[in-house]
Nanobody
């Protein structure tokens, strides 16, 4: 399964961006999907996830209240709406999908829970 993330680009602080993640196979509709990001540092950071089985949504503390993860009704795409962007949101954003359904809650934020990764899309927030 190949994931394609798009929608990134330059934006001013306080602005908004919507990222999209689509897959090469229809099985994507059955996967749990998450967004991660990697900023200037080496760490990859969890941003948000949506679980297909029950629609459970998780956000990182930095994303909560500003970002919204959603899925279209056909479950062919997953979106990350990012509002009130800050310079510290500057990062490469990756979508990831897990082929094993229903990731347990304690593992939702772990990159190792996901099997497929997109190539990333750069978001640059200027002050």
């Amino acid at each position: 399964v190949q994931l394609q993330a798009c929608g990134g680009g330059p934006v001013q602080a306080g602005g908004s961006v919507r990222l999209s993640c689509a897959a090469s196979e229809s099985s994507f509709s059955t996967y749990d999907v998450a967004w991660f990001r990697r900023g200037p540092g080496p760490e990859r950071e969890f941003v948000a996830a949506i679980r297909r089985s029950d629609g459970r949504i998780d956000y990182s503390d930095s994303a909560k209240g500003r970002f919204t993860i959603s899925r279209d009704s056909a479950k062919t795409q997953v979106y990350l709406q990012m509002n009130s962007l800050k310079p510290e949101d500057t990062a490469v954003y990756y979508c990831a999908a897990a082929k094993v359904p229903h990731i347990i809650v304690s593992a939702i934020r772990l990159g190792t829970s996901y099997d497929y990764w997109g190539q990333g899309t750069q978001v640059t927030v200027s002050s």
